[in-house]
């Protein structure tokens, strides 16, 4: 199957009530095993880059490989998203390159550290989406701020400083016409999220909840949403990592959002732990080797087995023969005629 839009993919995942896990590449192995629990699975997915990922692996090198896994995996429909794209830029040189999905997070400026007024958001996402439907991409907008920093990008804080306003997470879909739409409710990036087991209380679900109500055709995207699993990280801290205690978004708070309107999850760092601790494990345990298959292959059998969990805990599991890809032209046209405009039902507050 070539790669598919992912207003495709999440109409679909609407349409049968799951939400999709899009989980951050790297690299080949991180893609191998993506694919890996995707088979396993029989899930459609959404394989994202972020701008340190594209520098890291040089946008070349990542998107051919992201075209043999469609290659090789015809029967599994993958969308290439542009994960937290700064600038108008940003998100062309994806869209020219042919990835079939971008994020604009225009809820911090250029710099991806200070927080952009909601006007200066508006403004960029609405230009991206002119030049991403005119192509059949699909765009993702985020409306308030996450917390924690990863790569230099973030605005820190615990993520809860700035909570989406749903007043403002109306405006801004209508405004820009986004496909999905990123909120903030209390998570944050990384490995440190909460300094204690979250109760139910601290994520926002009521905001999440209240929106969706209101936003019901509009996809909803829970970022940071690693649930930071303790196994994953004692193997660390017992081969001799130094993770400091933490938790993560519970699975049981991402099903209440799917049930409420999410239809994309964000996991990098259970993924980043499961790797690290792999490689961790077979270098302390066999100090002398050091052929990097040797702790490659049982990294990237970790990362399969977290990736495998997560799909069949969001629900994804078992829809990747659903549907056949529509091509981004035909979705290019749809925008175009109207019939794939997104139309915020503002119901009654
Ligand atoms: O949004 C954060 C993702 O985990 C990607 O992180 O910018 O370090 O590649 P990164
Ligand atoms: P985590 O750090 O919780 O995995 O979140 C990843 C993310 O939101 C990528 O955009
Ligand atoms: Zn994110």
Not at 16 to 36: H, K, L, R, S, T
Not at 285 to 290: G, L, S, Y
Request: proline fraction near 4%; charged fraction near 25%.
């Amino acid at each position: 199957m070539p790669l598919v839009s992912m207003r495709q993919l999440l109409d679909e995942a609407a349409k049968g009530g799951y939400g999709v896990g899009a989980f951050n590449v790297n690299d080949m192995e991180q893609i191998q095993a993506i694919m890996g629990a995707a088979k396993e699975t029989n899930s459609p997915v959404i394989i994202q880059a972020s701008r340190g990922a594209r520098a890291f692996a040089q946008d070349k090198y990542l998107f051919h490989l992201i075209l043999a896994a469609a290659e090789l995996n015809p029967e599994i429909p993958i969308a290439m998203h542009q994960d937290h794209g700064n600038s108008f830029e940003t998100c062309k040189s994806a869209i020219e390159l042919g990835y079939t999905s971008v994020m604009m997070d225009g809820s911090l400026k250029e710099d991806g550290k200070t927080p952009a007024s909601f006007e200066e958001n508006v403004a960029v996402t609405k230009r991206v989406v002119e030049f991403a439907h005119e192509r059949g991409v699909t765009v993702e907008g985020e409306i308030g701020v996450l917390g924690g920093v990863e790569d230099g990008h973030g605005a820190g804080g615990t993520g809860l400083e700035h909570v989406t306003d749903p007043d403002q997470a109306v405006e801004f879909a209508e405004l820009t016409g986004v496909d999905a739409l990123a909120i903030a409710i209390g998570t944050s990036h990384g490995a440190y999220k909460f300094t204690k087991k979250p109760d139910g209380s601290v994520l926002k679900m009521d905001v999440l909840i209240a929106i969706h109500k209101r936003l019901p055709n509009t996809h909803l995207v829970m970022h940071g949403s690693s649930s930071v699993p303790k196994d994953l990280q004692d193997v660390i801290n017992k081969y001799g990592g130094k993770l400091k205690e933490t938790w993560g978004v519970p699975v049981e708070e991402i099903q209440l959002g799917i049930r409420n309107g999410v239809r994309k999850i964000n996991v990098d760092t259970d993924n980043r732990l499961a790797m690290t601790g792999a490689i961790r494990k077979v270098l302390w345990e066999q100090p002398e080797k050091f052929d990097p298959r040797d702790y490659m292959k049982p990294a990237r059998e970790a990362m399969q087995k977290v990736v495998a969990q997560r799909m069949t805990q969001f629900g994804q599991a078992g829809h990747a023969g659903d549907y056949k890809a529509v091509s981004i032209v035909e979705i290019a046209k749809g925008y175009k005629d109207g019939s794939l405009k997104t139309k915020p039902l503002v119901a009654a507050k």
